[in-house]
């Protein structure tokens, strides 16, 4: 899960807020799995941000984060798609998203295959087409496009941090791919 700023208004909490409600409440996330498709709506490639984290490590990361008080989750893909990939990234989100899996992270590491030792959170998780030029946001170091194979091998997966690969392997096989 990524972090995002906390400053107050528009219905962010502030950070004292913010912790103390991820010690009381799970939290809700949306990941997203970046992806290009074909002409024939075959994925060609799977996008997979780089990230420091908190401990100073650069890992892959999905694209993910809240969802906020009175947001949509729709509209939540489209900011966080838009956070991380840039403005130019022309998601195709459909007006009623389905997520493909809903993961649960856990503060306590091995409850399932997802950890964050920041909260207990649930996300949805949805496979993203995205068509315009995507260029790395905020947080984000880089953008990485993989084949679906290249995304499935051992060495990429290990890259991903907090339980993603996880996630990016059951989008894979939900996509057929």
Avoid at 39 to 50: C, E, H, R
Avoid at 121 to 142: F, H, I, K, R, T
Wanted: aromatic share 6%; charged share 20%.
């Amino acid at each position: 899960m990524t972090d995002v700023t906390t400053a107050t208004g528009a219905g962010w909490l502030s950070r004292e807020d913010m912790d103390a409600a991820r010690e009381r409440l799970p939290i809700l996330y949306v990941d997203v799995v970046p992806v290009r498709v074909d002409d024939t709506g075959t994925v060609t490639s799977v996008g997979l941000l780089l990230r420091a984290g908190e401990d100073g490590q650069i890992k892959r990361a999905l694209v993910s984060g809240r969802v906020l008080y009175h947001e949509r989750v729709r509209a939540a893909l489209l900011r966080h798609v838009e956070k991380d990939l840039g403005p130019l990234a022309l998601p195709r989100i459909p007006p009623a998203p389905q997520p493909f899996t809903v993961a649960e992270y856990f503060p306590t590491p091995g409850v399932t295959p997802f950890h964050d030792p920041r909260q207990h959170a649930v996300s949805l998780a949805y496979v993203v087409p995205v068509e315009g030029d995507c260029e790395p946001q905020q947080d984000a170091l880089e953008l990485t496009w993989f084949s679906p194979l290249e995304a499935r091998d051992p060495a990429v997966l290990a890259e991903l941090m907090n339980g993603q690969s996880t996630l990016l392997l059951q989008a894979l096989a939900h996509l057929g791919v």
